[in-house]
């Protein structure tokens, strides 16, 4: 499996990107995709999750309500919305794959990272 990650950029406080990640393989729809960012001097951490049919999702406490993650398993994407963005926000996200149907928050879940795209958002 193969990820690509995109859509990062440079935004101001308040502002919206949108990330997206293709990812290779014919079985994407029975991929867990999760996003992950890491912050400089600051360990990866997680973002949110979504299951293969888009049934389950989960979010880490500081973008609930903010961001939003989708998939699209015709097009093997998925997307991270990211709303009302926050200089904390600030860092490179990563998009990661599992497929041993199981979800999760921690990175030892998922087998697969794309290259990561970076966000900056300015104060």
């Known amino acids: 499996v193969q990820l690509q990650a995109s859509g990062g950029g440079l935004v101001q406080a308040g502002g919206s990107l949108r990330l997206s990640c293709a990812a290779s393989?014919?079985?994407?729809?029975?991929?867990?995709m999760g996003w992950f960012r890491q912050a400089p001097g600051k360990e990866r951490e997680f973002v949110a999750c979504?299951?293969?049919?888009?049934?389950?999702?989960y979010y880490e406490d500081s973008v609930k309500g903010r961001f939003t993650i989708s998939r699209d398993n015709a097009k093997n994407t998925v997307y991270l919305q990211m709303n009302s963005l926050k200089p904390e926000d600030t860092a490179v996200y990563y998009c990661?794959?599992?497929?041993?149907?199981?979800?999760?928050?921690?990175?030892?879940?998922?087998?697969?990272w794309g290259q990561g795209t970076q966000v900056t958002v300015s104060s």
């Open positions: 393989g014919r079985t994407f729809s029975s991929y867990t």
């Open positions: 990661a794959a599992t497929t041993r149907g199981v979800y999760g928050i921690y990175l030892s879940t998922y087998e697969y």
């Open positions: 979504i299951s293969g049919s888009g049934g389950t999702i």
